[in-house]
């Protein structure tokens, strides 16, 4: 039987029945600050947990910041670098300071080949991917060329099964765009506030597109300082 992985977030993970097959692509969406990075750190920290290799591509901001949220949710990332485990590509920084640096105006082309090359060079068995987040790397970029990369990357990613979560804030993308590249994932799991204006609640919305196995009703969470996302159990059931 082959292995399935989980977000690491029990009340997300519950939806999905029997996990995500390695290999499947899921797209993480919402507006600035709603918790999209937050979700990703708790992705890491159970992809590591269950012996996966993961890499984690910083486009907005540097990885050392990108350290201090997985240490601030209980992950310390150090020693599952050193030991290869945790690879970071520096898609933010002006100068290389990294081992693995992509100048977020280079052609997309590089970015995947560096992007294919470390997926080469990391040993594990099984790989988490993770772009956090994608849409700045499309800012500027023409529909058709987003697309192409969009459609060219997924499927490499499939066919090397690799779990790949990208990250992509509201309102980046142009809107026929963001429609046509979200049909390209497997799942896709929207992070928005509701309620009303003064008193804002956090949600989410787990989505499957292609087979429509799951598919979830509005889930209310909380971002927990310690643990991250944590979703509140529906009392009325
Ligand atoms: N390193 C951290 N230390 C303390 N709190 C944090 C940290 N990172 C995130 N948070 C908390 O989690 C909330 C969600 O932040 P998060 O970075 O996940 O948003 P985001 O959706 O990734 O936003 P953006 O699109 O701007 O990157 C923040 O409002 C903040 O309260
Ligand atoms: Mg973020």
Not at 14 to 25: F, K
Not at 106 to 120: C, G, Q, T, W, Y
Not at 185 to 207: C, E, F, N, Q, W
Request: overall charge negative.
């Amino acid at each position: 039987m082959h292995k399935v992985g989980f977000l690491g977030i029990s009340g997300i993970d519950n939806t999905m029945n029997e996990g995500l097959a390695y290999g499947s692509q899921i797209m993480i969406n919402g507006d600035s600050g709603i918790g999209k990075s937050v979700l990703a750190a708790q992705f890491v920290k159970e992809g590591l947990d269950c012996q996966d290799t993961c890499i984690y591509v910083c486009c907005d901001e540097p990885p050392a910041a990108t350290r201090d949220t997985l240490r601030h949710y209980g992950l310390h990332p150090v020693p599952y670098e050193e030991r290869g485990r945790l690879v970071f590509i520096d898609a933010y920084s002006l100068e290389p300071e990294g081992k693995y640096y992509f100048p977020a105006d280079d052609p997309l082309e590089k970015f995947l080949a560096l992007e294919s090359r470390v997926i080469n060079t990391v040993n594990g068995e099984h790989i988490r991917l993770i772009a956090d987040s994608l849409s700045t790397l499309l800012i500027g970029r023409d529909s058709q060329e987003i697309l192409d990369f969009h459609r060219y990357r997924l499927k490499l990613r499939k066919k090397c099964r690799i779990l790949t979560m990208d990250l992509i804030v509201d309102e980046v993308i142009e809107d026929t765009t963001f429609q046509v590249s979200s049909h390209l994932y497997d799942v896709i799991i929207k992070l928005y506030y509701t309620g009303s204006p003064d008193r804002p609640v956090r949600a989410l919305h787990v989505g499957k597109l292609r087979s429509g196995k799951f598919d979830s009703s509005q889930l209310f969470y909380t971002i927990d300082s310690n643990i991250g996302i944590v979703v509140i159990p529906n009392l009325w059931g």
